[in-house]
């Protein structure tokens, strides 16, 4: 089983993009994914998860600009961040739950399955 970010770059103060992650090896169409960013010298935090049926959970400081959502016959999500700011920049994980929920965690240990993150850096 396998989680593959991609789409991480260099972009500038208040552009856009799109990150993505496949799941590779199992479909995840019954468990709850999520992104969750690693900023240099701080810990890793949530940003946002999504169950199969399309329910969502943001963290509290994104200020709406983050959006996430998937494409589960694709094995597909994806976070969509507008406005970017300097400090967006960080790794980028997508994780998914080990057994099939319909819950929303926000903690790292409910997750079981882990990408190797994607590099987001935003230049001013």
Known sequence: ????????????????LRLSCVSIG???DSHTMAWFRQRRGKEREFLAAC????????ADSLEGRFAVSRDVPKNT???QVD??????TAVYYCAATGTPTARTPLRES?????GQGTQVTVSS
Request: aromatic fraction near 14%; charged fraction near 20%; glycine fraction near 12%.
């Open 1 to 16: 089983v396998e989680l593959v970010e991609s789409g991480g770059r260099l972009v500038q103060v208040g552009e856009s």
């Open 51 to 58: 169950t199969s049926a399309g329910g969502t959970r943001y």
């Open 26 to 28: 199992h479909t995840f």
């Open 110 to 114: 409910d997750y079981a399955y882990w």
């Open 83 to 88: 406005r970017s700011t300097p400090d967006d």
């Open 77 to 79: 999500m994806y976070l």
